[in-house]
Structure formats: C-alpha cells, structure tokens
C-alpha cells in the first residue's frame, strides 16, 4: 500500500533529522581537537537529549493524530451500532490507521444488513404471531368453556371473553394479575403440586372443582400443565364451566326422589303387613320397594359420575391431608397403597374437616391415616387412640357447608363420591371412621403381562455381619422399627459393573407400614442402562440424566435407616450393591438384616414357592407398582408382618431367634443346590 504523506509521517521525519543534524555536528565538533572524557560525556548527553526529544515529539504526534483519530472512529462505530442511519464511516477521516477503517466498514454493512433482516425476521414473525393470536382468540371465544392460561406465579397471561363474563362479578380479569383475585386458591394450588408431581399424569390434566374467593359460583374445573416436550413447566391451562345450576338441579332431583321415597317405603311397608294372609299382594309390595331402593341407588350413581373425578393413589390423597393438618394434629400414613377415585381437593378437605373435628371433640392429638379396597369397593380411614364421638355429632359435622366448596357440605362430596356416609367403628384402643371412595377405574401396572422373577442370589458372606444382633437381639420382632428396602438396577451383575437406578424403603414401627415415611430416590449409575433392565423397572438414561450419584444418595440412604432392622427380599442380591459402595462413601451397612424369601422358604416349604409375586397371591396381597423399588419395598413390607405373625405361632419371638433360624435355613438351602 503507497505511505500517504500526511499526517504524521512528516513530523516523525523532521524530528527523525533534526536529531540526526544535532548528532553529527556534535560528533563533528568534537572530532577537531583531542577526544577528552569531557567531551565524550557531553557527545553522550546530547544523544541522550536528542533521543528524548524525539520520543517526546513521536508520541505526542502519535497521540494526537492516531490515538485521538481511534477515539473519534469508535464513537462514530458505536452510533452505527446503537441504531444509527449511517452503514459505514469515512476512511478519508482516518487514513492514518488505515486499513483498520475499511475492515471496520466491512463489520458494519455487514451488520446493517443482519439488522435489516432481522427487523424483516421479526416483523415476519410478529404478523405471524398475531394472526395465530387472533385465530386462538377466535378458537377460545367460540367456546362454551371459560378458559384461563397462567404462568408458575399464577399470573393470568390470557383468557377468553367466556371467562371474563363468568369471573367479572367476583374481580375484573387482567393480564398480569393473580389468579387468586377470582379464585380460591386451595383447589388451585392443590392441583398445581398435585400434577407438577406427576408429569407422565398430567397430559390429560385433573378434574376439580373451584369456587370463586367471594364463594358466589362453582365451577367444574380441568387443568393441564403448559410445557414444551420433556421441558420444564412453564404454567397451566384451566378451563371453566358453571357447576352450580347443574350441581343444584342435580342435588333438588336427588333429594325430591329421596323424599318420594321415604314417603312410599312406610305405607308400602304397612301394606305388606297387613297383607300378610294375600301372598300376592306382599310380594307386590316388596317389589315395589326394592324398585324403589334401586332407584334411588342408581341416581345416587349417576350423581356421583357428574363429579370431576380422577384416580389418585392413597399415600399421595392422604400425604396433602398431613400436610394441610399443618402439625396441629400429628398424622401417621400407614399401610400399602391403593388406587382410588375421586376429587383429591374436596376428599382432602373432608378428611381433613372430619380429623380436626374429632379431635376438638375427643381430645386427641395424633391420627393414623391409611386406606384399603376389596373387590366391591374402596375407602379411606382415620382412626385414634382414645374415646369414640357420638354419631350425632358425626350427622352434625356431615351438615355442615365446606366454604372452599361453594357451600358444598360434607355430606353432598361423600354422597357424590360412592353415595354412602361414613362407618364409625371400635377399635382395641380407640375409634375409626372409615370414609367409602371408589376404587380407581383404569388399569395399572400391576395388571401389565408378569414379568419373570429376579434371580435367586446366594453370598453367605454379605450376611455375615447381618448377625450381629447386638441389643436388638432379644427384644421381640413386634417391638423392632424396621426398614424395608428394594433397589432396581442396570443388571444383575454387581460385580461386573452393574449399579443401582432406584433404591427405595418404607418403614415398620409398632406392627405398622409408615407408607407416608417412605425413602425413594432415583440413581444416576454412570453408565448406560440395558434396554432389557429397562423393561422391568421402566427408568431410561433420560430418567437418570440430572439425577444424583450413588455416592449422594446412599449416604442419605445410611441415614434414614439409622438403627433399624434391614429387611428386603432375595436380601443378598440388595445388599451385594450396597456393600460395593461402602468404600466410596465412607459408611458401612452393618445393620441386622431379615431376607423375606428365606423366611418363606422356612415358614412354607421349600416346594411352595418363593417369589415376591407367589407369595403375595398366598397371603392375599394386593400388589401397587410392581418393579419398581417403592412399590416392591411397599408389598414387602407387608409381607413381613404377616411372617412375623406366622414365626410367633413357631415360638420364634426375637431377632436372635429369627437371625439363627434364617442361618440354619440359608446352609440347609445351599447344601440342597450343591446336591
């Protein structure tokens, strides 16, 4: 590139000879008489001063014209990209730091046209934006449903003129307030954690129902988690359908029929007596009465379907319980888990009434919660230690309206439910009331085609220290705390690299499953997961990816089971990966250890069969869940506390009589597969 002879060039030239001219006439000067130090000193002094002298002149000319011209090309530069009209700057301008402005002039076209295009980009997209807008608008409007979408904070973001219409007497809608200016916010938020729980659950969203904070309307609500994929939820979606008009038609037939026939059963029944001696006639009359019982109950069940109901197992229905009861009363979940049907938001709260009631009535401060079903019907329970309430203040508390519930009573969301009112009971030590809800209508994993059984798994060696009883030895099975654990794994090979996925327990304490207390974590294993592993337990790479290690979990593991009796069944196999581990963190699993398949094998013969699934089907136990590490622990549990009973009726009272009893079956049993 030719040097332009501007600028700076020709000072730095000028000052370059003017110190060149001072050097040599020195030099000259100096060379006509005799080189003294005197003299070579001052040659020295004066070189010294041109050199400064021209550094000097070199920067301030270097400052002045290429530092300040940098300076003013970077404020021109940042105008360009703060939204400036002009697309370059002039290079004539600052030819002395050239060609720094022509790449400069380069970036801005380029940049001038990215922006042009992505004002093109947007205005695209916006007019798209809009148009989809508008057709969503359209879409919600045209809905009979009032139609509410809120982010995380509860915040309306839209909502269709049907929900403004239905919501405008309680608080005007507006984006960006709160949910919480219309609506209740117990159903809300209980069906929010409810479904946040249970993502796979939550595609279809929940039925509840919803009133309005002012309790002037109640509505059949849905609500549906707003995400994208397999992302994190971003909101929620809840659709709105006036309940009341239907609900109080429906609750007016119900109780004109009930009337009818209360006022046809009495006269039926005086006929049928005095038509004692005319068979025909009594026969009529009974007829006629169980028409109308069956009447009555059929309306009773069609009411109930019009209820926004949904399945829901037990432990989690009766979990939200504790939670409300909020430490006032201590709750314990005890038992398995059942799948029931229902409005988790309004069971939750008629429980919840009954429990508080109760126990202001009677005095009493702690309440088991637990739940159960047959083959005809489902229930939930809550029982005391203490004195049994009347039955009429049980009538009583049924009258009374749940405000949360627009003036529903507790009565009308029984009835609803499985169109029944409660059963008081005795117990040994107190009183129960045992609420009906229905079992859950759909099919569960449990019904799914079997799987085959885990592999018998023999090492003598990871029990021996599993008979170190210590103090717990002698005292009685009954009086021990117990945690039952399963694990799921990528194989059955430990020690050929397989690792843990899910390790879960349950607690036993007193000859009771605290199934509310329960340990359950999902395990990264560090390494890929068999396909043919993840058709037992169902936990993919994907489950496991942000999931934490092994070394984070067991320890948490180590301390929930703190003193406890291990318990688990095909006990080896569980306590092989444990015991692999045991370096890595630092603890040891030391724990007296029962192993439910070898007390089958002693308790039932050897011929009777011995795995988790033949023996729940011998003692009659529902199974929640199978293949995955709580639900087996769960059924495992109760599985031992029918052994226990049946090793009582064998004299075998204590842990060190259980523990020496389980050596002699594990020797008696490996010799029999060397043989």
Known sequence: MPVK????????????????????TAGAMLSRGPLVSESFTALILVTLAGAATLFAVSWKIIDFLVMRSICKMAAEVRAIAYGGERSGIDPERFAMISPLPEAVNEICARMVRARSDLAAGLSAATRRSEENSNRLAAILNDLHEGVLVCNQRHQLVLYNEVAFDQLRATAELGLGRSLFETLSREPVVHIFDRLCGHLDRSARGVPFLAGTVDDRMLFQARMSLVRTGAGPVTGYVVTLVDAAPQLAGLAGRAELLREAAQT????????AAAASEAPQTHRDC???????????????????????????????????????????????????????????????????????????????????LSAGADEEAGWVEFSWVGEMIELADLERWLGRPLSALGGITLRDVLLHHAGATPDMRRTHSGGAVRLPVPKAIEQRR?????????????????????RETGALGSRPLKSLSFVVFDTETTGLQPSQGDRIVSIAGVRIVNGRILSGESFNRVVNPGRPIPVESIRFHGITDATVKDKPPAEVVLPQFRAYIADSVLVAHNAAFDLKFLRMNERAIGLSFDNPVLDTMILSSYLDGPEAGHSLDVICERYGIVITDRHTALGDA??????????????????????????????????????????
């Open 286 to 368: 009974l007829d006629v009465s169980r028409s109308v019982r069956r009447l009555t109950e059929g309306y009773d069940r069609l009411l109930s379907s019009w209820w926004p109901m949904a399945d829901i197992v037990s432990t989690e229905l009766l979990s939200f319980v504790c939670s409300r009861l909020n430490g006032d009363i201590s709750a314990t979940v005890i038992g398995l888990p059942v799948w029931l049907h229902g409005d988790s938001h309004s069971l939750v709260l008629a429980i919840e009434t009954l429990v508080r009631r109760t126990a202001e009535q009677v005095g009493i401060a702690a309440v088991d």
């Open 264 to 271: 046809i059963e009495a006269p039926l029944a005086r006929i």
């Open 5 to 24: 002879w501007r600028g700076p060039f020709p000072w730095l030239a000028a000052a370059f000879a003017v110190n060149v001219v001072v050097i040599v």
């Open 634 to 675: 769960m059924v495992t549990a109760a599985v031992l506390l029918c052994q226990i009973d049946a090793l009582e009726g064998r004299g075998i009272v204590t842990l060190d009589q259980a523990v020496k009893t389980l050596d002699i079956i594990r020797i008696l049993h490996d010799r029999q597969r060397v043989l």
């Open 446 to 466: 449990h019904d799914r085609p079997a799987l085959p059984a885990r592999p018998e798994f023999h090492d003598l060696a990871l029990l021996e220290q599993a």
